[in-house]
């Protein structure tokens, strides 16, 4: 029996919902990890995700099949570097960056192409850290493999198998196209969130009624703003000419589209939003993107005291496992009093149902 060891290097979120994943799809598989807290090994190591919690990279990871870069963008070409020496020409190396040059070059810089394939699962929340990693992550999320014009075909062909393994998507993309789409799908709407945050921020008055009311469709469009800022500091600094270039064409249209506000042009108007909605609506909601899915419903009580339990412990009961639960106070856009998020849309459809058998009004939301 042919026993997989994989390697990884840093184990937040991302790395962490990874190695869950993997022991999910290889329980007999050897996991060893080594991330700069030692904390967040150990954690790892008792609950059982990985089988070696390490305090530096070192010679162990000489037995890897798979090795996984897991910290930010410029913290894994450092990492890089020092795992040069224990590096075995049979292990695949791989990250899990949003950006791909800088990586690609310091490969081929080290003279490692023939082994590496970029990597980038395309998925997420607002929280960070190893605490809320979870296999389920993973699951139907699009996992782009960049690799080399060295790398073999067999090579490619494992890793892809893998990802499966996992419960994402592969596809295959070369590197500097992966660079300018997800430059246009995940980091200018990271910019723009943190930018729409910051507006209202600073034209919000000293009783902060903005933020008071802020709700609904404002709170959705800027959750993403909760994400680390120095991943994002780093993801700027080395997608910069993407980025930049985006957001050029982004300032054009927003002075566009600002014209026809000050001139009151409805036509203009109407195109600019039906445009949008169209194009939206043309989505598959199948897969989950680089900002995550949430799955969430809203649930009609009477305010009366134990109703929030009654309903936690009604899904509980039936293995429905709950991410987040709370009465909602205010109901712009929202016609339930209790509001209950879940990881996947299984749950999602499960609690859904027991709820409606159980005589609520039960309303869905998938976005």
Same mark, same amino acid.
């Given at each position: 029996?042919?026993?997989?060891?994989?390697?990884?290097?840093?184990?937040?979120?991302?790395?962490?919902?990874?190695?869950?994943?993997?022991?999910?799809?290889?329980?007999?598989?050897?996991?060893?990890?080594?991330?700069?807290?030692?904390?967040?090994?150990?954690?790892?190591?008792?609950?059982?995700?990985?089988?070696?919690?390490?305090?530096?990279?070192?010679?162990?990871?000489?037995?890897?099949?798979?090795?996984?870069?897991?910290?930010?963008?410029?913290?894994?070409?450092?990492?890089?570097?020092?795992?040069?020496?224990?590096?075995?020409?049979?292990?695949?190396?791989?990250?899990?960056?949003?950006?791909?040059?800088?990586?690609?070059?310091?490969?081929?810089?080290?003279?490692?192409?023939?082994?590496?394939?970029?990597?980038?699962?395309?998925?997420?929340?607002?929280?960070?850290?190893?605490?809320?990693?979870?296999?389920?992550?993973?699951?139907?999320?699009?996992?782009?493999?960049?690799?080399?014009?060295?790398?073999?075909?067999?090579?490619?062909?494992?890793?892809?198998?893998?990802?499966?393994?996992?419960?994402?998507?592969?596809?295959?993309?070369?590197?500097?196209?992966?660079?300018?789409?997800?430059?246009? %799908? !995940?980091?200018? @709407?990271?910019? #723009?969130?943190?930018?729409? =945050?910051? +507006?209202?921020?600073?034209?919000? &008055?000293?009783?902060?009624?903005?933020?008071?009311?802020?709700?609904?469709?404002?709170?959705?469009?800027?959750?993403?703003?909760?994400?680390?800022?120095?991943?994002?500091?780093?993801?700027?600094?080395?997608?910069?000419?993407?980025?930049?270039?985006?957001?050029?064409?982004?300032?054009?249209?927003?002075?566009?589209?600002?014209?026809?506000?000050?001139?009151?042009?409805?036509?203009?108007?109407?195109?600019?939003?039906?445009?949008?909605?169209?194009?939206?609506?043309?989505?598959?909601?199948?897969?989950?993107?680089?900002?995550?899915?949430?799955?969430?419903?809203?649930?009609? %009580? !009477?305010?009366? @005291?134990?109703? #929030?339990?009654?309903?936690? =412990?009604? +899904?509980?009961?039936?293995?429905? &496992?709950?991410?987040?639960?709370?009465?909602?106070?205010?109901?712009?856009?929202?016609?339930?009093?209790?509001?209950?998020?879940?990881?996947?849309?299984?749950?999602?459809?499960?609690?859904?149902?027991?709820?409606?058998?159980?005589?609520?009004?039960?309303?869905?939301?998938?976005?």
């Amino acid at each position: 029996m042919n026993i997989k060891t994989y390697g990884f290097i840093g184990l937040g979120l991302i790395g962490g919902s990874m190695a869950r994943a993997i022991k999910a799809f290889d329980p007999s598989c050897r996991i060893m990890a080594y991330a700069p807290h030692k904390s967040t090994v150990d954690a790892a190591k008792a609950d059982g995700t990985i089988d070696i919690a390490l305090d530096k990279i070192g010679p162990e990871f000489t037995e890897c099949d798979y090795i996984f870069l897991c910290a930010p963008v410029e913290i894994n070409n450092d990492n890089l570097e020092l795992l040069l020496p224990y590096l075995n020409p049979k292990t695949t190396l791989t990250d899990i960056g949003s950006v791909k040059n800088s990586i690609h070059e310091k490969v081929k810089e080290l003279g490692l192409e023939g082994q590496f394939i970029g990597g980038h699962p395309m998925t997420g929340t607002e929280r960070i850290g190893y605490q809320n990693s979870k296999a389920a992550l993973l699951e139907n999320a699009y996992y782009i493999l960049t690799r080399t014009d060295s790398c073999d075909e067999d090579r490619l062909s494992d890793y892809y198998d893998l990802v499966k393994g996992m419960g994402a998507i592969p596809l295959v993309v070369p590197y500097l196209q992966h660079d300018f789409a997800t430059a246009a %799908i !995940s980091h200018v @709407p990271h910019v #723009l969130s943190a930018a729409l =945050v910051n +507006l209202v921020k600073n034209s919000d &008055n000293e009783d902060a009624l903005m933020k008071t009311i802020a709700a609904g469709g404002f709170k959705d469009i800027t959750r993403i703003s909760s994400s680390s800022p120095v991943m994002w500091q780093q993801i700027c600094n080395t997608n910069s000419d993407n980025i930049s270039g985006l957001l050029s064409n982004l300032i054009d249209s927003l002075i566009d589209i600002k014209l026809a506000v000050d001139e009151h042009d409805s036509d203009k108007l109407l195109d600019f939003f039906t445009s949008a909605r169209s194009y939206r609506e043309s989505f598959s909601d199948f897969t989950s993107g680089p900002i995550q899915k949430t799955y969430v419903l809203h649930v009609d %009580i !009477s305010d009366q @005291p134990g109703n #929030l339990a009654k309903v936690a =412990v009604l +899904l509980s009961e039936k293995n429905v &496992n709950i991410k987040n639960i709370g009465i909602v106070h205010n109901r712009e856009y929202e016609r339930g009093t209790l509001k209950i998020e879940f990881h996947t849309g299984n749950d999602l459809s499960e609690a859904s149902r027991l709820l409606s058998e159980a005589g609520y009004t039960v309303v869905l939301t998938q976005s």
